[in-house]
T-cell receptor, first 112, second 115 residues
C-alpha cells in the first residue's frame, strides 16, 4: 500500500522567513496530494492541494510543488507569521473518494 | 466549503463501557466516510472506510468487533468503541467524501479518555 514520508518532523523559523516541508510517496497510482494544518485539539484543515496533472499550485503565501517522476511534493510557506505555527500533514490518495494516507507531520514554530 | 460535524468533541468513560461517536455531513451527501485515530504527537492512522449501506472495510490490525461502524444514511456515520479500555484513549477523527466533491472534509475530532 501507499507510504508517505514527511520531513522535517520539527521546523523553527523566524517571522518573515520561508518554511519548506517535503514529502515522498511510494505508490505511483496516487494522484491527489493535499496538505493539512492541524491546531491542538482540532481536526485537520485543508490548506492547499495538488493533483498529478499539475506541477505547481499557489495560493497567496502558500505553494505546493509536485515532482511525479521522483514521487515527491513540497509545501512552501513564505513570509511566515506566528499564526502559521501548527502541525502540518501531507497526504496522498488515488482520488475518487479513496482514503488519504498521511505523513507523520511537521511541527512548525514561527517566532516573532 | 462543505461542513462535517462530529459529536461529541470530548468524552470520558469508564473502562468496560461503550462510547458512540457521530459524524454528520451537514450540507452534502457523503457516500464514503473514513475514520482515523490519532495518538498524541502522532499522525492520523486510517481505521476503516465506510460506504453508505454496506459494511465497513477495516484496516489491518483494527478489530472490527471492537470498533463498530454504521453508515446507515448518506449524512451520518457512527463509530462505537465497545468495551473501551484505557489504551483506546485517543483522538478519533472522521472525514467525508461526496460524489461531487473532490476533497475530503474532516470533522472536529473526538477526544476519548477511558478511565
Amino acid at each position: 500500500g501507499e507510504n508517505v514520508e514527511q520531513h522535517p518532523s520539527t521546523l523553527s523559523v523566524q517571522e518573515g522567513d520561508s518554511a519548506v516541508i517535503k514529502c515522498t510517496y511510494s505508490d505511483s497510482a496516487s494522484n491527489y496530494f493535499p496538505w493539512y494544518k492541524q491546531e491542538l485539539g482540532k481536526g485537520p484543515q485543508l490548506i492547499i492541494d495538488i493533483r498529478s496533472n499539475v506541477g505547481e499550485k499557489k495560493d497567496q503565501r502558500i505553494a505546493v510543488t509536485l515532482n511525479k517522476t521522483a514521487k515527491h511534493f513540497s509545501l512552501h510557506i513564505t513570509e511566515t507569521q506566528p499564526e502559521d505555527s501548527a502541525v502540518y500533514f501531507c497526504a496522498a490518495s488515488m482520488g475518487g473518494g479513496t482514503a488519504l494516507i498521511f505523513g507523520k507531520g511537521t511541527t512548525l514554530s514561527v517566532s516573532s | 466549503g462543505a461542513v462535517v460535524s462530529q459529536h461529541p468533541s470530548w468524552v470520558i468513560c469508564k473502562s468496560g463501557t461503550s462510547v458512540k461517536i457521530e459524524c454528520r455531513s451537514l450540507d452534502f451527501q457523503a457516500t464514503t466516510m473514513f475514520w482515523y485515530r490519532q495518538f498524541p504527537k502522532q499522525s492520523l492512522m486510517l481505521m476503516a472506510t465506510s460506504n453508505e449501506g454496506s459494511k465497513a472495510t477495516y484496516e489491518q490490525g483494527v478489530e472490527k468487533d471492537k470498533f463498530l461502524i454504521n453508515h446507515a444514511s448518506l449524512t451520518l456515520s457512527t463509530l462505537t468503541v465497545t468495551s473501551a479500555h484505557p489504551e483506546d484513549s485517543s483522538f478519533y477523527i472522521c472525514s467525508a467524501h461526496g460524489t461531487l466533491l473532490t476533497e475530503a472534509f474532516f470533522g472536529q475530532g473526538t477526544r476519548l479518555t477511558v478511565v
